[in-house]
Antibody
Framework: QVHLVQSGAEVKKPGASVKVSCRAS????????IHWVRQAAGQRLEWVGW????????KYSEEFQDRVVMTRDTSASTVYLELSSLTSEDTAIYFC????????????WGQGTLVTVSS | AIQMTQSPSSLSTSVGDRVTITCRAS??????LDWYQQKPGKAPKVLIS???TLQSGFPSRFSGSGSGTDFTLTISSLHPEDFATYYC?????????FGQGTKLEI
């Protein structure tokens, strides 16, 4: 049974960085790509980028290109999203989602991690 | 970036209603369009992929159609559990972009 379990809520000050984790289980971790998607309150979903857990290749949205880093730890079956230079506009729920080329982006999702940026 | 325009943004509906949600892409995306259902406090679930392929776990009252720039999600007869927000997503090229969502309300 596939599960993606994310780390807990974070509160950060403007200008700080945040690192959110997404631990996978129930499948071969290195066989899939993981996307990150965020959602500010009352706003549409926003794609942040993806990391291929096998090759470590990444693709970032240009919107976040300069301040996002996605990494993975195969020994822990975990991917990480680090976002720097935070502003209040980064306050959102961050989701990880597994890509399934036979279905779509997000056949399984994490539960979401609330990141609050406030002074 | 490809802009996805979804309409309506909200819809007041009733159990048993037929509902149609549209999504328009700012350029041709072939059939690279997915639909997601999101309930409050939950992650989205992929409902339809590649414009018209219904995903397992969802009943046949849901259907999708379209190609190119114009797409439609139809719910033939609303059930109580269908009240949610629906998003379209284009995965034709980067950055992937979502529509603004359609909230179905009683």
């Amino acid at each position: 049974q596939v599960h993606l379990v994310q780390s807990g809520a974070e509160v950060k000050k403007p200008g700080a960085s945040v690192k959110v984790s997404c631990r996978a289980s129930g499948y071969t971790f290195t066989s899939y790509t993981i996307h990150w998607v965020r959602q500010a309150a009352g706003q549409r979903l926003e794609w942040v980028g993806w990391i291929n857990a096998g090759s470590d290749k990444v693709k970032y949205s240009e919107e976040f290109q300069d301040r996002v880093v996605m990494t993975r730890d195969t020994s822990a079956s975990t991917v990480y999203l680090e976002l720097s230079s935070l502003t209040s506009e980064d306050t959102a729920i961050y989701f990880c989602a597994r890509d399934n080329p036979l279905i779509a982006m997000g056949d399984y999702w994490g539960q979401g991690t609330l990141v609050t940026v406030s002074s | 970036a490809i802009q996805m325009t979804q309409s309506p943004s909200s819809l007041s509906t009733s159990v048993g209603d037929r509902v149609t949600i549209t999504c328009r892409a700012s350029q041709d995306i072939r059939k690279a369009l997915d639909w997601y259902q999101q309930k409050p406090g939950k992650a989205p679930k992929v409902l339809i992929s590649a414009a018209s392929t219904l995903q397992s776990g969802f009943p046949s009252r849901f259907s999708g159609s379209g190609s190119g720039t114009d797409f439609t999600l139809t719910i033939s007869s609303l059930h109580p559990e269908d009240f949610a927000t629906y998003y379209c997503l284009q995965d034709f090229n980067y950055p992937y972009t979502f529509g603004q969502g359609t909230k179905l309300e009683i």
